[in-house]
């Protein structure tokens, strides 16, 4: 149980990618880390792209980012939806300040863009927003996962055992 005593927050909203979403959950959760759901209101079940439902813990304004170790960002529909939210916005911002682990995959690059914390990272997504992470000042790289210091991306579901092997050695090392 490598990540005992960690405790990470994971955003969703509807129309999230579930893969996206629960397979980096339930990967936390075996090696002992808590994580916890935050969407716009606790206690909501939110649905996901292919149905599934996973059930918020505490709202986006409850979330305190001190009492977290890391940050996952579901991709989907759902980026869209959650980085309208300042509070969300204010969340990535401040674990980026403390180099504390960001994850994000597939379309969740729309929510570290709108946090405009991307400006000289090397990062992945689905090609599908490229353009969108380029130019809010990413270095672009076609590749399944990529690791820039606490910022860990991916571009799609195929790649999650990729994405989580490496986010799991960053929250390790944090």
Known sequence: MRLTGKKVLSFVHHEFEDLELWYPILR???????????????????????????????????????????????GGWAPDKIRRFPEVLELVCYMDDQKKPIGQICHAGWVLISANIL??????????????????????????????GHLVSSQRPPDLPDYLREFIKVLEKD
């Open 119 to 148: 400006k000289g990272r090397k990062v992945t997504s689905t090609p599908g927003i490229k353009d969108d992470m380029v130019n809010a000042g990413a270095e672009w790289l076609d590749k399944p996962v990529v690791v820039d």
């Open 28 to 74: 936390l959760r075996e090696e002992g880390a808590q994580v916890e759901l935050a969407g716009e209101e606790a206690g909501v079940d939110y649905i996901g792209k292919y149905g599934v439902p996973a059930t918020s813990d505490l709202s986006y304004g409850e979330a305190l980012a001190k009492e977290y170790d890391a940050i996952l960002v579901p």
